[in-house]
């Protein structure tokens, strides 16, 4: 009897080692960087893990307008840390529900034009929450969802159990064929980002606001990575192009432009009610500390109030842009304050992030599959209003001595090449790699 216990654990031990191994061998298993941000000096922070510990600049932040150190913010969630303490201390439901909550809420709908908007603790919660609770509100509802949606929503739309289409990425005649295939009396739901966070792509709410009337359909639209970042009052994308009233459920993130920590919905106040009142991944999970929620609304408020952060943001990214393209390297350029660079091969993908780590002190995550399709791996840049000019130049520097190894990457603009040889030239490293020709 032991002994058959023995082998079921060892059974299951296999089981892990050979995913691990197979991440390993596929070259995308992923490392975690320990970082120690220090208050007031982002985007450098301290690397744990070497001796003595080393600073870097971090390139691949989304605390997009570095609101996470502003000086309001940090106020805000010092003041309610003293009055409230840490925690919430429950559910919405059960003594978790606070004035921070309220007001927070309350700000969220105004800044979006709605009549209601919940809380969530991140936005990826949000996301399932809101789409399966939508779908299996309405039997026979069909979601149509961009091919690029993010990981959130696509969890979300299979829990609601409910049909799915996939749409081509921004092809606006796809979704329209796929949308005239259901009777207009088929419940529905077109669900789609406004920024992708990738490849920086944006779509046109506007006219998929349009096709939605048309045919009868919902809108969700996730502008996670727009919020605090476009329009007058960063209001996002869709209040940038003037078509915010046209959607009818906005999902948001405080994580990101805002630099806090939390998600949110914001549309009707009957349907924020159905949500409230029917999603387990709301009802069931204690709520966001009020802390955060504090230190949200003052980023918030602040962002409503002040533009400069967003404009010297969309100056740094046309910049890094600009430096990058003219030293030859493989940007994927697009509108968005995001700077892709395309790789194409995971193994290179992490030789390159690594070498800008312990050669640069630059710290770069590497973009592989499942986040981005195989084939299709980069670095992914943010830059923000507090990286310098000479971040900037000690960034394009290191990544134009990494190409020159690839020459054709160079020469073609495409991803690395074969060949390609990046050595890390720290002693203490193991981490040397060799692309197999």
Same mark, same amino acid.
């Given at each position: 009897?032991?002994?058959?216990?023995?082998?079921?654990?060892?059974?299951?031990?296999?089981?892990?080692?050979?995913?691990?191994?197979?991440?390993?061998?596929?070259?995308?298993?992923?490392?975690?960087?320990?970082?120690?941000?220090?208050?007031?000096?982002?985007?450098?922070?301290?690397?744990?893990?070497?001796?003595?510990?080393?600073?870097?600049?971090?390139?691949?932040?989304?605390?997009?307008?570095?609101?996470?150190?502003?000086?309001?913010?940090?106020?805000?969630?010092?003041?309610?840390?003293?009055?409230?303490?840490?925690?919430?201390?429950?559910?919405?439901?059960?003594?978790?529900?606070?004035?921070?909550?309220?007001?927070?809420?309350?700000?969220?709908?105004?800044?979006?034009?709605?009549?209601?908007?919940?809380?969530?603790?991140?936005?990826?919660?949000?996301?399932?929450?809101?789409?399966?609770?939508?779908?299996?509100?309405?039997?026979?509802?069909?979601?149509?969802?961009?091919?690029?949606?993010?990981?959130?929503?696509?969890?979300?739309?299979?829990?609601?159990?409910?049909?799915?289409?996939?749409?081509?990425?921004?092809?606006?005649?796809?979704?329209?064929?796929?949308?005239?295939?259901? /009777?207009?009396?088929?419940?529905?739901?077109?669900?789609?980002?406004?920024?992708?966070?990738?490849?920086?792509?944006?779509?046109?709410?506007?006219?998929?606001?349009?096709?939605?009337?048309?045919?009868?359909?919902?809108?969700?639209?996730?502008?996670?990575?727009?919020?605090?970042?476009?329009?007058?009052?960063?209001?996002?994308?869709?209040?940038?192009?003037?078509?915010?009233?046209? &959607?009818?459920?906005?999902?948001?993130?405080?994580?990101?432009?805002?630099?806090?920590?939390?998600?949110?919905?914001?549309?009707?106040?009957?349907?924020?009610?159905?949500?409230?009142?029917?999603?387990?991944?709301?009802?069931?999970?204690?709520?966001?500390?009020?802390?955060?929620?504090?230190?949200?609304?003052?980023?918030?408020?602040?962002?409503?109030?002040?533009?400069?952060?967003?404009?010297?943001?969309?100056?740094?990214?046309?910049?890094?842009?600009?430096?990058?393209?003219?030293?030859?390297?493989?940007?994927?350029?697009?509108?968005?304050?995001?700077?892709?660079?395309?790789?194409?091969? /995971? &193994?290179?993908?992490?030789?390159?992030?690594?070498?800008?780590?312990?050669?640069?002190?630059?710290?770069?995550?590497?973009?592989?599959? /499942?986040?981005?399709?195989?084939?299709?791996?980069?670095?992914?840049?943010? /830059?923000?209003?507090?990286?310098?000019?000479?971040?900037?130049?000690?960034?394009?520097?290191?990544?134009?001595?990494?190409?020159?190894?690839?020459?054709?990457?160079?020469?073609?603009?495409?991803?690395?090449?074969?060949?390609?040889?990046?050595?890390?030239?720290?002693?203490?490293?193991?981490?040397?790699?060799?692309?197999?020709?």
């Amino acid at each position: 009897m032991a002994q058959s216990l023995d082998n079921i654990a060892q059974n299951y031990t296999y089981v892990f080692k050979s995913k691990i191994s197979a991440l390993h061998a596929e070259g995308r298993y992923r490392t975690f960087a320990t970082l120690k941000r220090r208050a007031g000096e982002y985007p450098h922070a301290e690397s744990y893990g070497s001796d003595p510990m080393q600073d870097v600049t971090v390139w691949c932040s989304n605390d997009y307008l570095g609101m996470s150190q502003n000086p309001v913010v940090l106020g805000a969630m010092h003041s309610a840390l003293e009055t409230t303490g840490a925690g919430s201390g429950g559910t919405r439901n059960i003594s978790g529900n606070t004035r921070y909550h309220i007001e927070l809420e309350n700000e969220l709908a105004d800044l979006h034009g709605k009549e209601a908007a919940l809380l969530f603790t991140s936005a990826y919660v949000a996301n399932d929450a809101t789409l399966s609770t939508l779908v299996k509100m309405m039997p026979g509802c069909v979601v149509f969802s961009d091919a690029k949606n993010h990981a959130s929503m696509i969890a979300g739309i299979r829990h609601g159990g409910g049909e799915k289409r996939i749409w081509k990425h921004n092809d606006l005649a796809d979704l329209e064929r796929q949308l005239q295939a259901y /009777p207009l009396s088929t419940p529905k739901i077109i669900a789609f980002e406004s920024v992708y966070s990738m490849d920086g792509t944006m779509s046109d709410i506007g006219a998929i606001c349009r096709l939605a009337r048309e045919y009868g359909a919902l809108t969700y639209l996730d502008e996670v990575h727009a919020v605090g970042m476009y329009s007058p009052e960063g209001a996002g994308l869709a209040a940038a192009q003037s078509v915010a009233d046209q &959607v009818d459920i906005i999902n948001g993130t405080l994580a990101k432009g805002y630099g806090v920590m939390g998600g949110y919905i914001a549309a009707s106040r009957d349907c924020v009610d159905a949500i409230r009142s029917y999603a387990p991944g709301f009802i069931f999970t204690t709520s966001l500390a009020p802390v955060l929620a504090a230190g949200a609304l003052a980023s918030i408020r602040y962002l409503r109030a002040h533009s400069l952060e967003r404009a010297v943001h969309k100056d740094r990214a046309r910049e890094v842009t600009k430096r990058l393209l003219e030293a030859g390297l493989p940007v994927m350029q697009n509108e968005s304050h995001i700077v892709p660079v395309s790789v194409c091969d /995971p &193994v290179h993908c992490k030789a390159i992030t690594d070498a800008l780590m312990s050669r640069y002190r630059i710290y770069v995550q590497p973009i592989n599959y /499942p986040t981005v399709a195989r084939g299709t791996e980069r670095i992914r840049l943010t /830059p923000t209003p507090l990286h310098s000019d000479a971040d900037i130049d000690h960034l394009v520097m290191a990544l134009s001595e990494l190409w020159k190894t690839c020459p054709l990457a160079l020469s073609e603009g495409k991803g690395m090449a074969a060949g390609c040889h990046i050595e890390n030239s720290s002693s203490n490293s193991s981490d040397t790699l060799t692309a197999v020709k």
